[in-house]
């Protein structure tokens, strides 16, 4: 069989191009070996630094954990754009020949892995990210002249808009769209998105591609998938302390909302504030609040408890230290920071304004694989792509 190339493109950043990479490595490795599945992210923007100081694609990285192991750390992400990297290239005399070196470069490291029968290719932010310095979504596409994925938002009208503009560009630039997959569907819509999105819809709308456009599946929004835990929220304080061990689950549970207590102590009701999985905000020294805190989120075991408390302006003291024993007691992820409430809630807005899958989301993993197995089109799937589909049960 004639070696496959996937491109994974979506129409923005956070569109779920990870998540996708992991739902069909998944689907995939139920009819090839993983050994002949490969993954290559050709242009990366957030990079995660291994134990030896070399940097790689933070999205490479998940996926070696989670679907293929033992990736060429040396080629997976070839193009890194870091911080100043479209600077110095416009500022080069020489881009021509950089633009030639950057795509060699993406060649070259998907020639080591010619031993591969399928390679899933994830691309980065919307269709035309990377274009200023010849690496857009399209180009790449057709330099490795790969089928295409789009991966579009939930809704309608939104949904289309969006189709409308970023298949007119692909089919502009001669990239080979095969499949659409509608992602974050809310439970709501999804019905009347399948009666109203059909493949017959979107053929007659975008007629300039070789090939019938299938739609591979409209996956629903799952709850809490990009919401961070508290293990998440605690690096974003360098000098916080963590009560408790941090090596517990209950840490990677991702949490609901922020909830700031200033209300005082005689008109506080955690009942009409706080939900289960929310992280409540208070100052460290408070006592007769976080009592009331403690005995709620003990009221709620059953739904999941809170997902975890932050103390704020942390001074020692016997009181503090009384109030970080009871909290332990509990058996409540929580940390307590030197920085004051409002700019506890300034970093918390930053890590939950761009939540991404980590490298430790085992439990997001397990919901992705999921919900793949139950809303992914993977029978179409593997006819559009002209791929095996007899089972590796039956291969043997």
């Not at 291994?50 to 070839?78: C, N, T, W, Y």
Request: aromatic share 10%; with cysteine; proline share 4%.
């Amino acid at each position: 069989m004639r070696q496959k190339l996937i491109y994974i493109a979506g129409f923005r950043q956070h569109a779920g191009k990870t998540t996708t990479s992991l739902g069909i490595i998944s689907e995939l490795s139920k009819y090839y070996p993983l050994e002949k599945i490969g993954y290559i992210k050709p242009v990366g923007q957030e990079m995660y630094t291994l134990p030896d100081g070399r940097k790689v694609d933070k999205d490479a990285k998940i996926i070696e954990r989670f679907g293929i192991q033992g990736l060429d750390m040396d080629h997976v992400s070839p193009i890194r754009i870091a911080s100043g990297f479209t600077k110095d290239f416009l500022r080069s005399d020489h881009r021509e020949e950089l633009m030639l070196e950057y795509r060699n470069r993406i060649l070259e490291a998907v020639e080591t892995l010619k031993d591969k029968e399928i390679i899933i290719v994830e691309g980065t932010g919307h269709p035309g990210v990377g274009g200023v310095v010849g690496l857009s979504n399209s180009k790449v596409s057709k330099l490795l002249d790969a089928d295409i994925i789009y991966l579009a938002g939930g809704g309608l009208g939104k949904a289309l808009d969006m189709l409308e503009t970023d298949m007119s560009y692909f089919a502009h630039e001669g990239c080979r769209v095969k499949g659409i997959i509608f992602n974050k569907v809310l439970a709501d819509k999804r019905d009347s998105m399948k009666d109203i999105i059909t493949e017959g819809l979107i053929n007659s709308m975008f007629k300039n591609f070789p090939d019938t456009i299938k739609i591979l599946g409209y996956l629903p929004e799952l709850e809490y998938l990009n919401k961070p835990s508290m293990y998440l929220m605690l690096k974003k304080f360098p000098t916080a302390y963590a009560v408790g061990n941090i090596n517990d689950t209950i840490w990677l549970t991702p949490c609901r909302k922020i909830k700031i207590i200033s209300l005082p102590n005689r008109v506080f009701k955690p009942c009409e504030y706080l939900k289960a999985h929310d992280v409540v905000v208070i100052t460290a020294a408070s006592k007769r609040r976080l009592q009331r805190i403690l005995d709620y989120h003990k009221s709620i075991k059953s739904e999941g408890g809170l997902g975890g408390i932050v103390l704020t302006c942390k001074k020692p003291s016997i009181k503090i230290i009384k109030n970080i024993k009871k909290i332990i007691k509990y058996n409540i992820p929580a940390f307590y920071v030197d920085e004051d409430t409002a700019e506890t809630d300034i970093r918390l807005y930053e890590c939950y304004n761009n939540t991404k899958i980590q490298t430790f989301d085992s439990e997001k993993i397990k919901s992705i694989q999921s919900m793949f197995a139950q809303y992914f089109e993977t029978d179409k799937f593997m006819d559009a792509f002209g791929l095996d589909p007899t089972p590796n049960s039956e291969k043997n």
